[in-house]
């Protein structure tokens, strides 16, 4: 294990170049087919001015890392003898394709509306019931056939040297919602330029620590491939954005990290190593909940707990540049899953 750590952040750096050096006529590629991104009207003048900027940047980031991690790993994946082994690099490999396809139909749908073709696509309902599905099938394979799981069914708890063993009747139900929450966290977490980015590359980092801990070779591997792939994909997307990574991107990672976190069995610390996605939610939550709450039955107009949801538009309308937001929330970020890390040595 003492030459993998430099190996595996190697191959994370030959990602990063990998895409970095595609990732340019890939801009341009966007640029001509006008895949552009819409903004809300609600939205700032500085966030208007965003608009029509390519969108499904999550591609740059998929397709390297889904390449390399197979090319890496293609003997254990196809020999019958090493099955467990190439499941357990299918798994996760399996939620950044699926989750990205269902967010690039996502996006499409708004492209094509901003286009004046209404009514493709797929509505928020079919979206959820898309990623429930996939996260069903993720969450039974893991916990049914162990996906070359170390912790399948089970749970690390700092302090606990030894793993918990959980029932698959909860397992299942707690790996889908870790898979989809994490996966709409991380949609609302991509607001501004370079945020989600730079916040799920610190996630991954922390967790291909703790799976370099664990002796879990290809998680090690995969969670470095998509560190590299983040930072390729911020290249462009540094304020101000050549592109955004979309539901493309944002689905994808959030459902992938959700995943990765249930593979190293340390999904307790997913809170804490990804603490700005989760205030993200819990803010749009809280503002949503309050504004119903507080609805006036006359003029049907509630109250709001924040200026704007998600939390960064909140710091943004009180007067924080968006690069500030940016950089503090990744300090916050880094400082999170340093802190995570050091509770998974514990």
Same mark, same amino acid.
Request: a neutral charge; proline letters at 5%.
């Given at each position: 294990m003492t030459g993998e750590l430099p190996f595996t952040v190697t191959i994370g750096g030959v990602c990063f170049l990998l895409a970095v050096i595609w990732g340019g006529p890939f801009?341009?590629?966007?640029?001509?087919?006008?895949?552009?991104?819409?903004?809300?009207?609600?939205?700032?003048?500085?966030?208007?001015?965003?608009?029509?900027?390519?969108?499904?940047?999550?591609?740059?980031?998929?397709?390297?890392?889904?390449?390399?991690?197979?090319?890496?790993?293609?003997?254990?994946?196809?020999?019958?003898?090493?099955?467990?082994? @190439?499941?357990?690099?299918?798994?996760?490999?399996?939620?950044?394709?699926?989750?990205?396809?269902?967010?690039?139909?996502?996006?499409?749908?708004?492209?094509q509306n901003s286009r004046g073709i209404?009514?493709?696509?797929?509505?928020?309902?079919?979206?959820?019931? @898309?990623?429930?599905?996939?996260?069903?099938?993720?969450? *039974? *394979?893991?916990?049914?056939?162990?996906?070359?799981?170390?912790?399948?069914?089970?749970?690390?708890?700092?302090?606990?040297?030894?793993?918990?063993?959980?029932?698959p009747i909860f397992f299942i139900p707690i790996t889908m919602f870790y898979i989809i929450g994490m996966s709409n966290a991380v949609n609302f977490t991509d607001g501004l330029d370079g945020l989600a980015g730079i916040i799920t590359a610190s996630a991954f980092a922390a967790y291909g620590v703790i799976a370099y801990l664990q002796e879990q070779i290809f998680l090690t591997q995969f969670c470095f491939l998509l560190v590299g792939a983040c930072f390729a994909f911020l290249w462009y997307n540094a304020h101000p954005a050549q592109m955004f990574m979309g539901d493309t991107g944002s689905l994808a990672l959030g459902a992938t990290l959700g995943t990765v976190a249930i593979m190293s069995g340390q999904w307790l610390l997913l809170p804490v190593i990804a603490i700005v996605p989760v205030l993200e939610t819990v803010s749009v939550i809280l503002q949503v909940s309050y504004y119903k709450r507080t609805k006036d039955p006359v003029t049907g107009i509630g109250q709001r707990l924040f200026r704007m949801a998600p939390i960064h538009l909140h710091f943004q309308k009180g007067g924080w540049s968006e690069t500030q937001v940016v950089q503090r929330f990744w300090l916050v970020g880094l400082l999170a899953a340093l802190f995570g890390v050091a509770l998974a040595m514990l």
């Open positions: 801009v341009e590629i966007l640029r001509r087919l006008k895949i552009g991104k819409l903004i809300q009207v609600e939205l700032s003048a500085e966030h208007q001015k965003k608009m029509g900027t390519p969108t499904m940047g999550g591609i740059l980031i998929i397709i390297p890392v889904v390449l390399m991690a197979l090319g890496l790993n293609i003997v254990s994946v196809l020999r019958p003898e090493d099955r467990v082994t @190439g499941l357990s690099i299918l798994v996760p490999l399996g939620v950044l394709v699926s989750f990205s396809l269902l967010g690039l139909i996502d996006d499409w749908e708004g492209i209404v009514g493709q696509g797929i509505s928020a309902r079919a979206k959820f019931l @898309g990623q429930l599905f996939i996260a069903a099938v993720v969450a *039974v *394979v893991i916990s049914q056939y162990g996906g070359g799981l170390q912790y399948a069914n089970q749970v690390l708890i700092p302090l606990i040297p030894f793993p918990i063993e959980i029932s």
